[in-house]
């Protein structure tokens, strides 16, 4: 079946794939949203983060051997959730693809009245074994700083990260399981405070703190802001930017003269 994806072409009748990334950059600016799925216009491109990347990847590796196994990693028995075991589905390594993501198997649901496709690509899925619900889970990766300082997972900066974990909260249900209210953001906090040596031997070793920070989903924004975009990428014409958007005061100042 051919796909409808990149550019929105109102004459195609797929349903048109919108990952989590593209659904917060509509939250964040329609104008923004609509001139890159509607008018094509490419923003510059922002580079990697790889140490985030790294990261990811180094804890997905350590989750994945207790996967295989199905135990309870120590680190969730020391921090007071020896009732949670990573989750094994024969599709869970689709799960994690993003760039793939409206490909068969992976992580997404069409919402057929509108003619979409939402998804994206998890970090983790964690199963409750008292109650059989699964978690989603989100790695990140941070350093503090601020000596002592927790994770505000409320503050005004974290909202793509908890719309991100709505989001597919709500995909894992539309896909059919049985998704807990709970999530869970697993940070890694480097540790620029510590009095441990930077330099051991021939290696740079970084000490990570780890932050488990359950999180209580809430999916009542998606379906309107879902109803919305449909209806931006039907529109003839480009809204306004956002007053707060970067992109649209940068374009405002750059035709001042």
């Excluded at 990334?21 to 990697?48: D, H, L, S, T």
């Excluded at 390594?93 to 997404?108: D, I, V």
């Excluded at 510590?194 to 290696?203: E, P, Q, V």
Aim: hydrophobic share 35%; glycine share 6%; net charge neutral.
């Amino acid at each position: 079946m051919p796909r409808h994806r990149g550019v929105y072409k109102p004459s195609q009748v797929e349903p048109y794939e919108l990952s989590r990334f593209r659904v917060e950059n509509f939250i964040r600016c329609p104008a923004c949203f609509y001139m890159q799925q509607v008018e094509g216009i490419k923003f510059p491109e922002i580079p990697g983060f790889n140490i985030n990347e790294a990261t990811d990847v180094l804890l997905k590796r350590h989750f994945d051997r207790y996967r295989l196994l199905q135990e309870v990693p120590p680190i969730l028995i020391e921090k007071g959730f020896a009732n949670l075991v990573p989750f094994q589905h024969p599709n869970f390594e689709k799960w994690t693809q993003s760039l793939h993501f409206g490909a068969e198997g992976r992580m997404h649901t069409i919402v057929e009245d509108l003619n979409l496709k939402i998804g994206g690509g998890l970090d983790d899925v964690w199963r409750n074994t008292e109650t059989d619900e699964l978690h989603i889970v989100d790695y990140k990766s941070t350093s503090q700083k601020t000596e002592g300082r927790e994770i505000d997972m409320f503050d005004k900066f974290k909202g793509p990260y908890r719309r991100q974990m709505d989001l597919y909260v709500w995909v894992m249900r539309s896909m059919g399981f049985k998704i807990s209210d709970i999530g869970y953001f697993l940070y890694v906090d480097g540790d620029r405070f510590t009095r441990s040596d930077f330099i051991k031997g021939n290696l740079a070793l970084m000490e990570f703190k780890i932050n488990l920070i359950p999180y209580k989903v809430d999916v009542s924004w998606i379906r309107p802001a879902l109803e919305a975009i449909r209806e931006l990428l039907d529109s003839s014409y480009r809204p306004d930017h956002n007053s707060d958007c970067q992109h649209g005061r940068f374009l405002l100042q750059a035709t001042a003269n």
